[in-house]
């Protein structure tokens, strides 16, 4: 069983290493058109201010479930860190807002697509509140300016996370119509351009199996003639 485990997260790791080469890719060719600038993380996130009931509100919408939290492991601790600061940062243009919440509320809202039970407490959700702290829209996050709720719901068009960031003042309001309106409130967002570039990937590795069949059917031919003038010479 531990050797199971090891192995898993190993995967999980090379999995997000190859999340970050792939992303330089997509930057390199200037195929990231989500991101306000050239970042190194994909997919972004979806961010949207909002006005609910005359309060403003902002959301961060994530595609996938949060990853595991592995706190022995720093460097895919790292990767993870790095994916959702700049899948954060890079998304929007957080100089043109005009709103700071003093005493705020972040929302951590965990949507999956069946009832298979997990852990909402998922320490990764920290690195969450970092970013949205980095984005000015909140001041320091002390325990009695911002106070964190986890909830979730369950999504059948798949795994995702919204996070909403509303003030201390209209909580208890806003928890009430994320309640009744989290389905239709969710933004989930788009998988485009990564499924082009592995379709994309896809055909070619195709059109090069054909190429290979192709070469080994003539080599084969050749041997088979160069057989035939060898038994009749």
């Given amino acids: 069983m531990d050797s199971e485990k090891t192995l898993l997260f190993k995967q999980l790791k090379n999995i997000e290493e190859m999340k ?26 979806k961010v949207k201010p909002m006005i609910v009931d005359g309060y403003p509100v ?5 595609e996938g479930a ?7 492991d720093r460097d895919y601790l790292g990767m993870i860190r790095h994916y959702y600061f700049r899948a954060t940062l890079d998304a929007y243009d957080f100089s043109n807002v005009d709103i700071q919440f003093d005493r705020s509320v972040i929302i951590i809202a965990q949507h999956y697509e069946n009832k298979i039970i997990r852990d909402l407490d998922n320490r990764n959700r920290k690195l969450i509140q970092d970013a949205i702290r980095h984005t000015g ?5 002390s325990w009695w300016r911002v106070w964190n709720v986890d909830i ?3 999504d059948p068009r798949g795994n995702h996370v919204q996070v909403y960031v509303v003030s201390q003042e209209h909580f208890a309001e806003f928890i ?9 409130l969710a933004c989930i967002p788009e998988v485009t351009i990564k499924e082009k570039i592995l379709n994309k990937y896809k055909a070619e590795i195709e059109q090069r199996d054909v190429e290979n069949d192709r070469k080994y059917e003539d080599r084969n031919d050749q041997l088979s003639e160069d057989s035939s003038k060898e038994f009749w010479d």
């Fill in 20 to 45: 970050v080469y792939l992303m330089s890719r997509i930057n390199g060719i200037g195929e990231n058109e989500e991101a306000i600038k050239r970042t190194s993380v994909f997919p972004m996130a």
């Fill in 58 to 62: 902002f959301q961060f919408s994530y």
């Fill in 66 to 72: 949060l990853p595991l939290y592995k706190e022995a």
């Fill in 137 to 141: 829209l909140i001041g320091d996050d």
């Fill in 152 to 154: 979730g719901f369950l």
């Fill in 176 to 184: 009430t119509v994320l309640q009744r309106q989290h389905f239709h």
